[in-house]
């Protein structure tokens, strides 16, 4: 942890949703230990509802609909025992106590009226609000259209004639007219890949031809999709309008879905300015470790040596699942070519080097069920949100009492783009639209367009600004009503507030004082002085050899230096020895605790004596000499060695006591029988 926080806050509000303190979820534990509450004797053995109170804190009050609502959301406890059931929700009610006194705490300090507060907040308003305005009806279409299309995949050429979106109207035509040209030429027997060599506006159809390789659906702009699932192989579409511009397709060839792959890999780099290809020293080397591979190397540790991918060289190469389009073409292609879990490609090269690929698993299309989560954010992301808004927007107005003034908006409209004595645009209070009763006057959609520093030369980019600010006005409209429509909405709402506020009070009362409070933090470590011990360590150097032969050469070439070896020796050693077998040797320096987990060579640490002097080992097939310069005693740690961690600590012993003040200033009452009530009524399904 050192001195920083235990993590950010947008960290902390992405998982609020699972367990508000999820960040701090030693801190609350070490809680549960606080003074023990009082209880209320059983009252009655009749169920609780909702609305009966199940504790106090202060003077407020939580209900068991609410404790019930935040246990079940988090807690999957229908396997339990009532025995373990009941432990359960008693320390989950614990948590929950101790998170209401720590948000009660911020709302009494003002900090929820915070400019600071209030804009965090609504950012994560306007993110919560986009999943609940989505039109139903149209999304379970496009669903079921996305669905149907992953199951195929596509291989398309195509020939970009680029326009701006807001062209004029010669230029658009100028720009359809070309590109109808080109598939006129194209199905009369003109080579596809030379006219997009010649007259293509996208960059890469000089060295492709146009060719895109394979993709499904989601991988394109929707339009460009669209044309290109619906035409047929071998033949060329018409000119399909995307925000890039004209497109013809030619579709080369449909194939069913090859589903997913995971795969974990070896990523050889080559050094900078190092010959391509297969004479290179990078292939070279690569091929060496296939070699080892074949012969029965251990994978998790030919890749924890030598992989130079170092986000998944500690996860033994392993990737995400993939699948067509989505990974160079080359590492894709020798990927599926993999038939079995456990089958090992040859090198394969990328720009990033030269790779050696493990199939983990294979993984067909989930059933749409599985994979619906998955496609509505997709969707939400792409540009079919397009088709989904406007049938938002038509549903809406029925539902939220829109009302247009037909001829003040089109007097509003035309003054926008010409001045006409005889229609002149309405005063700024003139009512344009309604919403619920609400007007929305004429001056605002002025101060809109000026907004927009766009000069509206036409009756059409005129009523393009006007509805997208009505569209504006009808989804605030419905995001500020979202909560009185939806009650899972303002439950959700409701936590990440409360999160936030718990974020803002943890970092004023425990992290940001645990750091800066230099003197408390020296009394914690004193007072706990014993708990930072360092165990029985050795300095050592340990020299990785492929034989017995090759590490008694590098033995003699280091026997009249005084180790520890500095790294420019070390660099120049391996880089001698390694010319013509890159594993033939590493070498590794440093402090070993005794006990420390310890992967890799450095493992071989626990199977030679800790003296002094020089020790010779076998392990894992490989030959090892182990130089003990020095071994030093267990000692105490300074503060200075551990000063992260008992800042993490001192952390914990300082929410601790802040809780136990926190309940004398708002004693916590809890309702014995309302509680046993919980515990008796089984989890909602």
């Known amino acids: 942890m050192m001195n920083n926080l235990p993590c950010d806050k947008p960290t902390l509000m992405l998982f609020i949703r699972i367990l508000w303190c999820v960040c701090i979820t030693a801190l609350l534990v070490a809680a549960a230990c606080a003074p023990a509450r009082r209880t209320v004797s059983p009252l009655t053995p009749t169920p609780a509802p909702d609305s009966a109170a199940l504790f106090t804190y202060g003077k407020d ?82 669903i079921q259209e996305v669905y149907d299309r992953l199951q195929q995949e596509v291989r398309a050429a195509h020939i970009l004639i680029a326009v701006d979106e807001n062209a004029t109207p010669a230029d658009t035509l100028a720009a359809y007219r070309q590109a109808d040209s080109l598939r006129r030429a194209a199905i009369s027997g003109a080579s596809f890949a030379m006219l997009a060599e010649q007259y ?47 497109h013809i397709i030619k579709v080369k060839d449909k194939r069913p879905s090859r589903g997913k792959v995971k795969v974990a890999h070896l990523l050889v780099r080559p050094e900078p300015g190092e010959q391509e290809g297969e004479a290179s020293p990078a292939y070279r080397k690569a091929m060496e470790i296939y070699q080892e591979l074949q012969n029965g190397a251990d994978w998790g540790e030919m890749v924890s040596r030598f992989s130079d991918d170092v986000s998944t060289r500690a996860s033994a ?50 059933p749409l069920e599985e994979l619906r989560p998955t496609l509505e954010r997709s969707m939400a992301r792409s540009d079919r949100s397009a088709i989904l808004m406007d049938d938002m927007i038509d549903r809406l107005k029925q539902e939220n009492g829109f009302q247009p003034d037909e001829k003040n908006m089109a007097a509003a409209v035309g003054s926008l783009y010409r ?51 009505e569209t504006q006005q009808i989804m605030r409209d419905e995001e500020n009503h979202l909560a009185d429509k939806y009650e899972d909405y303002r439950r959700l709402l409701k936590e990440y507030r409360d999160g936030i506020l718990l974020f803002d009070i943890m970092e004023q009362k425990v992290w940001t004082e645990a750091s800066e ?78 006990g420390s987990e310890r ?78 009530q919980l515990v008796g009524a089984p989890a909602a399904p």
């Open 61 to 142: 009050t939580v209900t068991a609909g609410e404790f019930r609502y935040v246990y079940e959301k988090n807690n999957a406890d229908s396997m339990l025992s009532p025995a373990a059931r009941e432990k359960a929700l008693r320390d989950y009610l614990n948590l929950y106590i101790n998170f209401r006194l720590k948000v009660k705490a911020a709302e009494d300090a003002g900090m929820a009226r915070q400019e600071s507060f209030r804009q965090e907040l609504e950012q994560y308003r306007q993110q919560l609000a986009k999943p609940y305005l989505v039109e139903n009806r149209v999304t379970e279409q496009l």
């Open 200 to 246: 293509s506006d996208d960059p890469s159809a000089a060295s492709n031809g146009g060719d895109l390789g394979y993709f499904t659906a989601l991988q394109m702009v929707y339009p460009f999709e669209d044309a290109a699932f619906e035409t047929a192989p071998d033949s060329v579409s018409r000119p399909v309008r995307t925000s890039f511009g004209y």
């Open 317 to 366: 190469g392993e990737l995400p699942y993939f699948g067509t389009g989505q990974m160079m073409e080359s590492f894709e292609q020798a990927a599926f070519a993999l038939q079995n879990p456990g089958d090992l490609s040859r090198p394969v090269k990328t720009r990033f080097g030269w790779h050696l690929i493990k199939l983990t698993d294979r993984q067909p299309l989930p």
């Open 419 to 469: 001045k006409n004595p005889e229609m002149p645009a309405p005063p700024p209070g003139a009512t344009l639209f309604s919403i619920r009763g609400k007007p929305f006057r004429a001056g605002d959609f002025y101060v809109f367009a000026r907004q927009q520093q766009k000069q509206q030369a036409d009756s059409t980019a005129a009523w393009q600004l006007y509805r997208q600010y």
């Open 517 to 594: 409070d230099s003197v408390g933090l020296r009394r914690f470590f004193e007072a706990h002085r014993n708990d930072y011990r360092w165990g029985e360590r050795a300095e050592a150097t340990i020299l990785d050899a492929q034989d017995e032969e090759t590490l008694s050469r590098v033995q003699k070439e280091i026997q009249p230096l005084t180790p520890p070896l500095p790294e420019e020796k070390i660099a120049s050693l391996e880089k001698r020895f390694n010319t013509a077998n890159p594993l033939a040797l590493q070498i590794h320096q440093g402090m070993y605790e005794k």
């Open 599 to 676: 992967t890799g060579a450095e493992a071989v640490m626990d199977e030679v004596p800790w003296k002094k002097g020089t020790h010779r080992a076998s392990y894992n097939g490989r030959a090892f000499a182990v130089i003990v310069h020095e071994v030093l005693s267990p000692r105490l740690k300074d503060l200075k060695e551990v000063k992260g961690i008992v800042i993490a600590d001192y952390q914990t012993e300082l929410d601790k006591q802040w809780i136990a003040s926190l309940r004398q200033q708002y004693p916590v009452e809890i309702y014995e029988n309302v509680l046993q």
